[in-house]
């Protein structure tokens, strides 16, 4: 089986404290600690573990500017056997539907039977698998936390609903499919990993190389633009208990034995 | 004159969901004289019922009933509202796994705009809406500016916009079920497999001591074992503890976990995800250890500690254990 998965590079958002900068036009990027988008690589982990099992090649592509190669590469450490970065000025800016259209034009160029999001990234809108799928004319699930690949051309996958609960569907392939946490456990990835891989050639492909018209992409095609960013003014908030640990237990105490938390 | 705004109502059991009062309210946030129209699709005696009830609601009901449909695949209802829906069609979907199913590529297929999650609305610019979300886990907002002079799929999310209960409306529900025609997929639902019980019962402890990622690892889960024991409450958690296997489904707490009604909740080291919030009811008291004083949860909680849980937790215990 073919696989493409598409991964992207995001401040890490269980590591940072994420500020928004002096005029709101950007978050406060110096100092963030990047990674691969935890989704992203459960969705990469589940690739190389399909292929594992039926055969075939996995393929990480990623949208993003140079720094994103490093996430690719990281990727490929993992056991992912191919890579690409799509990369051109021009993409700056693209919004969801950008952003899948650009995909799409690499899936195109190659030939997959499965393609793999994650189930959201850092802007949490959960929308580029569902986009893709749409415009490829390939069926899709979303939130998925189980696969398994049946005999006939399908694969049955399990969905995570509410509740806890999943719900399982009968798919056609070729599909896109986004991808839940825990889903599995992604492999560690050691130094040697990395080196091992450190001088594969990863291509980088523009707007040229994939066909598109520079018109609907970027900034310029983007129909939906985030203007800003700010802290919204909150209501009351917490009560934030100042002191050593020793003082905010104590006055801690105090505060849950009033409210019942201490049997 | 405004384009015309749909709500698509997600319902189970003959029951719609608490979303279906709140789309109204997201609807007036966007045009104030919206008069929404509710989409219902589905199968049976179940579907006349949940349309009969909101016809108090939303001035038009339209009803959509087909065996087709009587479990909501997301690739058929695409399909359907595909077909029935007039070209520059304002349509809210709740925010939730389903929401996340069916919009994007639905709006793709409607050529119309996409907004994910929206959490706030600040009217119209000419063609353009703007629009209120979070980004970074909720660390951040952000204000997005949407054209949809083509029309618009929203997702709002779940919980935000007060439900519209003044069924000040006498409605009509409109049976469009003729217009179903013929659906196939290419995905096709199987069934749900309901999540397995676990060795408590979250959803019945009056104190929870709640771990996320701030835990670090699985041997330090004892220490909110610990704090559990000391106060008389169980230990639960949030997602990531669960998809790293420390601990087992039945002690999540959230919308893809269990809803919980504690009288007192300990998160310690949960940033505070609208997910986890969503399974946490019946307006507890919250206690919110966690290093990061940006984290989401202590917009919500009553009392914050901004500390390291490793450092602080076994202090609190300790001293709580002093005192008995």
């Not at chain 1, 069926?139 to 609960?165: H, Q, T």
Request: glycine share 10%.
């Amino acid at each position: 089986m073919e696989i493409l998965v598409c991964v992207k590079r995001v401040p890490d958002s269980a590591e940072n404290e994420i500020e928004v900068n002096s005029d709101g036009s950007d978050i406060e990027r110096d100092d963030l600690v990047y990674s691969v988008n935890e989704w992203d690589n459960y969705a990469v982990e589940e690739a190389i573990q399909i292929v594992d099992k039926v055969g075939g090649a996995v393929t990480v592509v990623s949208l993003g500017d140079e720094e994103s190669e490093e996430v690719v590469r990281r990727e490929m450490a993992m056991g992912a056997n191919n890579g690409i970065l799509v990369s051109d000025e021009a993409f700056a800016g693209s919004d969801g539907k950008g952003i899948a259209a650009i995909l799409k034009a690499v899936v195109e160029k190659g030939s997959y039977d499965l393609i793999l999001t994650g189930a959201q990234a850092d802007d949490g809108a959960g929308q580029i698998g569902g986009m893709l799928a749409a415009m490829l004319d390939m069926p899709y699930a979303s939130v998925v936390n189980s696969i398994e690949v049946l005999n006939d051309g399908k694969l049955k996958v399990g969905r995570e609903i509410e509740g806890g609960n999943q719900e399982m569907n009968e798919i056609a392939l070729p599909c896109v499919l986004s991808i839940q946490t825990g889903i599995n456990e992604p492999r560690y990835v050691g130094i040697r990993g990395i080196r091992k891989v450190a001088s594969v050639d990863i291509p980088i492909w523009g707007a040229s190389d994939l066909g598109l018209d520079v018109s609907k992409v970027g900034e310029s095609g983007a129909g939906v633009k985030r203007i800003d960013y700010f802290v919204p003014e909150l209501g009351e908030g917490a009560e934030i208990l100042e002191g050593s640990n020793e003082e905010i237990a104590e006055k801690l105490i105090d505060l849950l034995k009033a409210k019942g938390g201490i049997k | 004159m405004a384009a015309q705004i749909f709500a698509y109502i997600e319902h189970k059991n003959g029951v719609a969901d608490d979303t279906a009062l709140e789309l109204i309210s997201a609807a007036k946030h966007i045009f104030p004289d919206a008069s929404p129209t509710a989409i219902v699709t589905g199968s049976g005696t179940d579907l006349d019922g949940v349309c009969s009830k909101l016809a108090a609601s939303y001035a038009e009901v339209w009803k959509f009933g087909s065996e087709a449909l009587a479990y909501p695949n997301a690739e058929l209802i695409r399909k359907l509202l595909v077909g029935v829906l007039p070209s520059t069609a304002v349509v809210l979907v709740p925010h939730d796994t389903f929401g996340m199913d069916l919009s994007p590529g639905l709006a793709i297929k409607l050529d119309a705009a996409f907004i994910s999650d929206a959490v706030g609305f600040e009217g119209m610019e000419g063609e353009s809406l703007k629009v209120i979300r979070q980004e970074h886990s909720g660390q951040v907002s952000t204000h997005v500016k949407a054209d949809i002079a083509a029309g618009a799929v929203i997702n709002i999310r779940p919980g935000v916009f007060q439900p519209d209960e003044s069924q000040s409306v006498a409605g009509q529900v409109i049976d469009k079920s003729s217009e179903v025609g013929e659906l196939t997929a290419d995905r096709r639902y199987l069934e749900v497999v309901v999540a397995e019980a676990g060795d408590v019962d979250i959803t019945k402890e009056d104190i929870l001591v709640s771990v996320g990622r701030g835990i670090e690892d699985q041997d330090n889960i004892e220490i909110a074992e610990e704090l559990a024991q000391a106060v008389g409450g169980v230990v639960s958690c949030s997602r990531p503890i669960v998809d790293a296997k420390w601990l087992e489904k039945a002690r999540q707490v959230g919308t893809s976990g269990k809803t919980v009604k504690p009288k007192v909740y300990m998160a310690l080291g949960i940033s505070g995800s609208f997910q986890h919030l969503g399974g946490l009811k019946g307006n507890p008291f919250i206690v919110a250890v966690n290093k990061n004083p940006k984290a989401p949860i202590f917009q919500v909680a009553d009392i914050g500690v901004v500390a390291d849980l490793l450092e602080f937790v076994p202090v609190l215990t300790e001293k709580i254990q002093e005192g008995k």
